[in-house]
C-alpha cells in the first residue's frame, strides 16, 4: 500500500501527476464566464476544484485553501508547480487558525482565494459554513463558481465527490455567480441564512450551465488555453 505520509512519495506522485496535467493542458480550454472585477473568495465544489485555472483572469494572485487531509498534500504539490499560492487549512474548521488567518490576510491585502466548499469528506455538493465565516473576517465576497461540460472528455473520477478531469481534447466553461457580501457584524443565524444563499447560488448556476455552455462555444471556437 503506497504511504503518502512519506515525503518522498508524495513529491513523486505530486511531480508525476503534473506533468500528466501539462500535457492535457494543451488540449484544454476552461472559458471563465461573469469573471469578478474585484477579489474575492471563489466557493467551488470538491468536484470541480481544476477550475482554478481559470480563476486568474482578474489578475489577482490566487490562494488556494487545501486539507491537512493525506491526499491534500498531493494536491497542495501540484497547486505550487502552478504557480498558485497553498494555504493549508480547513474551511469546515476554523479551528486551524494559523491556515484560517494566514488566508484571510492574504484576502484582505488583494489576494483572492478558492474554497472547496463541501470538502474535504462531504457530504457532496452541500455548502459548509467555513467559506462565509471567512469571507466574514476578510470583508471580501463570495462568488459562487461552477465548472460544466457537456462533453464525456471531462470525467468524472470515482469517489465521494465524483471528481472531474480532462481527457484530450476538452471544452468547459467556469461559471461565476453574483458577488455574495457578507455584514461583518452577522450573527449565528445570518452566517446560516448567507451560507443558504451560497447554496442555492450554486445550484442556480448549476441549472442555467447547459445553455451558457451553447453560447460561449455555438460557433465552435477554440478561444484560448487557460487550464
Not at 42 to 53: F, G, K, M, R, T
Not at 164 to 184: C, M
Not at 206 to 226: D, Y
Request: one cysteine or more.
Amino acid at each position: 500500500m503506497v504511504r503518502l505520509s512519506n515525503e518522498g512519495t508524495v513529491q513523486l506522485l505530486g511531480s508525476l501527476i503534473y506533468r500528466i496535467f501539462k500535457i492535457q493542458s494543451y488540449m484544454t480550454e476552461f472559458v471563465p464566464i461573469n469573471v469578478p472585477k474585484e477579489n474575492c473568495i471563489y466557493a467551488i465544489w470538491h468536484a470541480h476544484q481544476l477550475s482554478v485555472h481559470s480563476m486568474k483572469n482578474n489578475g489577482c494572485p490566487l490562494n488556494v485553501m487545501i486539507s491537512h487531509s493525506r491526499d491534500g498534500k498531493i494536491v497542495a504539490k501540484i497547486t505550487k508547480k502552478w504557480g498558485l499560492k497553498v494555504v493549508r487549512a480547513s474551511s469546515a474548521r476554523l479551528g486551524c487558525i494559523s491556515g484560517s488567518k494566514e488566508f484571510v490576510e492574504n484576502i484582505q491585502n488583494g489576494d483572492s482565494g478558492a474554497i472547496m466548499v463541501d470538502g474535504p469528506r462531504g457530504p457532496k455538493e452541500v455548502v459548509k459554513d467555513g467559506v462565509v465565516k471567512l469571507a466574514k473576517m476578510a470583508q471580501k465576497p463570495i462568488v459562487p463558481t461552477y465548472l460544466y461540460s457537456p462533453h464525456k472528455t471531462l470525467l468524472t473520477l470515482p469517489g465521494w465527490d465524483g471528481l472531474r478531469v480532462p481527457f484530450f481534447i476538452t471544452k468547459a466553461v467556469v461559471i461565476h455567480g453574483e458577488p455574495i457580501y457578507i455584514d461583518e457584524n452577522a450573527s449565528d443565524e445570518d452566517i446560516e441564512q448567507y451560507r443558504q444563499k451560497v447554496q442555492d447560488s450554486m445550484e442556480q448556476l448549476k441549472e442555467i450551465a447547459p445553455q451558457k455552455f451553447k453560447e460561449v462555444f455555438r460557433f465552435g471556437i477554440w478561444k484560448r488555453k487557460n487550464f
